[in-house]
């Protein structure tokens, strides 16, 4: 079976960096996704983590270590717009399994 | 990439009708899902849609019940039968286009806003 845990909610600060963390247990590991979804919006791709070792994008970046069953996304610079729903997932047989999504509030 | 559409983006029903939901995608896919999200939950995978045969359902959810059509590789439907208001939620399909890196990755709908009164 699979199973993945995040916090519930997170509130940060303009400007600052925000890191949201992703546990899991999988049979079989196929990589680690994180997406952004915006309130009454459809989740978007953010990134894809196979390889242990951090990933940088832009303000974002995704760490994996597969050897701890752990992921988190850092949020760097953080902006208003940041504020949404981030769901770590990862590949089961033929599908994505999600986490139940970290809702993260930036204020001002 | 892939771009979906779904129809309707919202609807509001009562109990025991029926609704269909359909999915379009701009290109032939190989993999198609359709997902439930309850209001402030994640993503729930209801079933995996197949094209030319049977869709292949998640624990707790049954085909009587959410019935799937896939006549070709660019169109899928979900309909939500007899429904309660157990049953408002969005809906959203997805699909995976098996091609690029990673091939995991999926490209969601906009989603469908059901309302059950």
């Known amino acids: 079976g699979q199973n993945i845990d995040q916090p519930t909610e997170m509130t940060a600060t303009e400007g600052a960096i925000v890191q949201i963390n992703c546990t899991y247990q999988?049979?079989?590991?196929?990589?680690l996704f994180w997406y952004q979804q915006h309130a009454g919006e459809a989740p978007t791709f953010l990134s894809y983590n196979v390889l242990d070792g951090l990933e940088e994008k832009g303000r974002f970046s995704s760490f994996l270590s597969r050897s701890k069953g752990y992921s988190y996304l850092l949020l760097k610079e953080l902006q208003m717009k940041d504020s949404a729903s981030y769901l770590c997932?990862?590949?089961?047989?033929?599908?994505?399994?999600f986490g139940t999504g970290t809702r993260l509030t930036v204020i001002p | 990439s892939a771009v979906i559409s779904q129809k309707p983006s919202r609807d509001i029903c009562q109990r025991g009708t029926s609704l269909t939901i359909q999915c379009q995608v701009d290109s032939q896919v190989t993999m198609m899902f359709w997902y439930r999200q309850q209001p402030g939950q994640s993503l729930t995978l209801i079933a995996t849609?197949?094209?030319?045969?049977?869709?292949?359902?998640e624990s707790g959810f049954v085909i009587d019940k959410f019935p799937i059509s896939r006549p070709n590789l660019t169109f899928s439907t979900l309909t939500v039968s007899n429904m309660s208001p157990e049953d408002s939620s969005i809906y959203l399909c997805?699909?995976?286009?098996?091609?690029?890196?990673?091939?995991?990755?999926?490209?969601f709908g906009p989603g469908t806003r059901l309302t059950v009164t």
């Open positions: 997805s699909v995976e286009t098996g091609t690029g890196a990673p091939s995991y990755e999926q490209y």
């Open positions: 997932a990862c590949p089961g047989a033929n599908n994505l399994f």
């Open positions: 999988t049979s079989g590991f196929n990589g």
């Open positions: 849609a197949n094209q030319g045969s049977e869709a292949t359902y």
